[in-house]
Nanobody
Framework: QVQLVESGGGWVQAGGSLRLSCAPS????????MGWYRQVEGKQRELVAR???????NYTESVKGRFTISRNKARDTVYLQMNSLQPEDTAVYYC?????????WGQGTQVTVSS
């Protein structure tokens, strides 16, 4: 069964940067959408950023201009470059990928931003 393996989370001071990465545990097929979600205590999981197979991207308003999503199609790998991090970005970040027949999720990686 395919699992998405995430890395790059951690603790940073406000204003710092982190880069998250995510790749399948084994080969997959026909991934057409990749994205990152986040969740904080007491709130629903929200979409942070996504990228389509054609390169189209969209972001939640609060991260525009600070976060950049990118991907390596050959490896089905997705990245999230997070700059100018703020305490409000503290959350567990989850990787997500979609194919025609499956939706895959990562286990989550903690991002903590201190003031």
């Amino acid at each position: 069964q395919v699992q998405l393996v995430e890395s790059g989370g951690g603790w940073v001071q406000a204003g710092g940067s982190l880069r998250l990465s995510c790749a399948p545990s084994r080969s997959t097929f026909s991934i057409y959408d990749m994205g990152w979600y986040r969740q904080v205590e007491g709130k629903q999981r929200e979409l942070v950023a996504r990228i389509r197979i054609d390169g189209y991207t969209n972001y939640t308003e609060s991260v525009k201009g600070r976060f950049t999503i990118s991907r390596n199609k050959a490896r089905d790998t997705v990245y999230l470059q997070m700059n100018s991090l703020q305490p409000e970005d503290t959350a567990v970040y989850y990787c997500n990928m979609k194919s025609r027949v499956r939706e895959y999720w990562g286990q989550g990686t903690q991002v903590t931003v201190s003031s």
